[in-house]
């Protein structure tokens, strides 16, 4: 199972920090993932990390404002967003995969999905 939250409301401008707690397994040989939906679009991708925590992965709109990192002693993720602008509203969700299936950046590939947490980035 996984936990994401950290989620809220914020100006634009500012910070925020996402958690993704894993639980019931480890996650050491697999993608970990984030991504978002905002209302009426589809589910993006944000990022990606390796268990190991050596291969990161990002989408072009979100390099240089966002981080993704890990804490494998706490079978967590995070995802660090700066600079947020009121287009980064959305439902972000975490995920995680088997490495070795399929790429990162697709979501279809992706067994396991957190509730979401949402984030309001207001003007």
């Known amino acids: 199972q996984l936990q994401a939250y950290g989620g809220g409301l914020v100006q634009a401008g500012g910070s925020l920090r996402l958690s993704c707690a894993a639980s019931g397994r480890t996650f050491s040989r697999s993608h970990m993932g984030w991504f978002r939906q905002a209302a009426g679009k589809e589910r993006e991708f944000i990022a990606a990390?390796?268990?190991?925590?050596?291969?990161?992965y990002y989408a072009d709109f979100v390099k240089g404002r966002f981080t993704i990192d890990i804490d494998n002693a706490k079978n967590t993720w995070f995802l660090r967003m700066n600079s947020l602008k009121p287009e980064d509203t959305a439902v972000y969700y975490c995920?995680?995969?088997?490495?070795?299936?399929?790429?990162?950046?697709?979501?279809?590939?992706?067994?396991?999905w957190g509730q979401g947490t949402l984030v309001t980035v207001s003007s």
């Open positions: 995920a995680a995969k088997s490495y070795y299936r399929g790429s990162a950046f697709d979501s279809a590939t992706y067994d396991f």
């Open positions: 990390i390796t268990g190991s925590g050596g291969i990161t």
